[in-house]
Nanobody, 133 residues
């Protein structure tokens, strides 16, 4: 069972930056991709960014493109989400998610499948990000 633990959330003023971390409990050869999702109060969970672990392929939601950067640290089994130029609309609980390598991953990279929460097998508990205006 893969366990994911997010950290790095907090309160920041608009225009500021935060860096979220997601620690993965087991060796990453069992992970195909990692994603970040967020859920604002009263809204549905939405895709933020994703990265294919053994490669450089990354995906971003249009709302964060150019402001957020997803990356991985193989040595530390960690996925990072650098968030710059934050705006109040970024306020949400941010969740880290992992997709197993054992799944059929042929279609993950096609037609935006990476943006669907059902494409991920494990989830963290979430970390709150609040951006004040």
């Amino acid at each position: 069972q893969v366990q994911l633990v997010e950290s790095g959330g907090g309160l920041v003023q608009a225009g500021g930056s935060l860096r979220l971390s997601c620690d993965v409990s087991e060796r990453t050869f069992s992970i195909y991709a990692m994603g970040w999702f967020r859920q604002a109060r009263g809204k549905e969970r939405e895709f933020v960014a994703a990265i294919v672990w053994n490669g450089d392929t990354t995906y971003y939601a249009n709302s964060v493109k150019g402001r957020f950067t997803i990356s991985r640290d193989n040595a530390k089994n960690t996925v990072l989400l650098q968030m710059n130029s934050l705006i109040p609309e970024d306020t949400a609980v941010y969740y880290c998610a992992a997709r197993r390598s054992s799944r059929s991953n042929v279609y993950y990279n096609i037609n935006g499948r990476y943006a669907y929460s059902g494409e991920y097998d494990y989830w963290g508990q979430g970390t709150q990000v609040t951006v004040s205006s």
